[in-house]
T-cell receptor, first 115, second 114 residues
Framework: NAGVTQTPKFQVLKTGQSMTLQCAQD?????MYWYRQDPGMGLRLIYY???????DKGEVPNGYNVSRLNKREFSLRLESAAPSQTSVYFC??????????????FGSGTQLSVL | AQTVTQSQPEMSVQEAETVTLSCTYD???????LFWYKQPPSRQMILVIR??????QNATENRFSVNFQKAAKSFSLKISDSQLGDTAMYFC???????????FGQGTTLQVKP
């Protein structure tokens, strides 16, 4: 039972490089999310997708793009990485959207460093 | 906009003792859910406990319980009989009923000392 799988686990980029973080869930969840975690700031929502084919901005969307490829997959792209994007990134999923009692299932995180 | 505040960046407790982590939030909604998540050094996010705002009874899960004060918008987590495995960062989170997304506090790092 894989749950939420995100890759890679670690990545080092140079300023200006691009990359895509991949996320897939096998729980048939409708909603998927990308968060970033920074010291002293908790988890902040970057983008979310309520259902296949829809995406919306969260608290800190600047510098990122997302794609909800299908119900299972939700990718996060950094087009031109900046040192301010050094962070730990988490993908998460949950059941029916607007079911606010639903717990989030998290991936194991990606440690990204931008030099 | 909803906000979640954890005012204790770090706390420590002796093994077998009780510790309380604080959380306050701000919302104009009446029905919502609150959560506590645990993040051990492995970085895994684990749901500890969940509270429904319309329920007056405080949620409990084994050694974990909450003190939910709706009027004061306070949602503290009490850990009884602390164990070394409780050492982790703890996040309070509020569920936005309009969007379904979770809004997290800044986190409290808890160290349980032997």
């Amino acid at each position: 039972n894989a749950g939420v799988t995100q890759t890679p686990k670690f990545q080092v980029l140079k300023t200006g490089q691009s990359m895509t973080l991949q996320c897939a869930q096998d729980m048939n969840h409708n909603s998927m999310y990308w968060y970033r975690q920074d010291p002293g700031m908790g988890l902040r929502l970057i983008y979310y997708s309520a259902s296949e084919g829809t995406t919306d901005k969260g608290e800190v969307p600047n510098g990122y793009n997302v794609s909800r490829l299908n119900k299972r997959e939700f990718s996060l792209r950094l087009e031109s990485a900046a040192p301010s994007q050094t962070s730990v990134y988490f993908c998460a999923s949950s059941g029916p959207f607007r079911a606010t009692n639903e717990k989030l299932f998290f991936g194991s995180g990606t440690q990204l460093s931008v030099l | 906009a909803q906000t979640v505040t954890q005012s204790q960046p770090e706390m420590s407790v002796q093994e077998a003792e009780t510790v309380t982590l604080s959380c306050t939030y701000d919302t104009s909604e009446n029905n919502y859910y609150l959560f506590w998540y645990k993040q051990p050094p492995s970085r895994q996010m684990i749901l500890v406990i969940r509270q429904e705002a319309y329920k007056q009874q405080n949620a409990t899960e084994n050694r974990f319980s909450v003190n939910f004060q709706k009027a004061a918008k306070s949602f503290s987590l009490k850990i009884s009989d602390s164990q070394l495995g409780d050492t982790a960062m703890y996040f309070c989170a509020f569920s936005d009923s309009n969007t379904g997304k979770l809004i997290f506090g800044q986190g409290t790092t808890l160290q349980v000392k032997p």
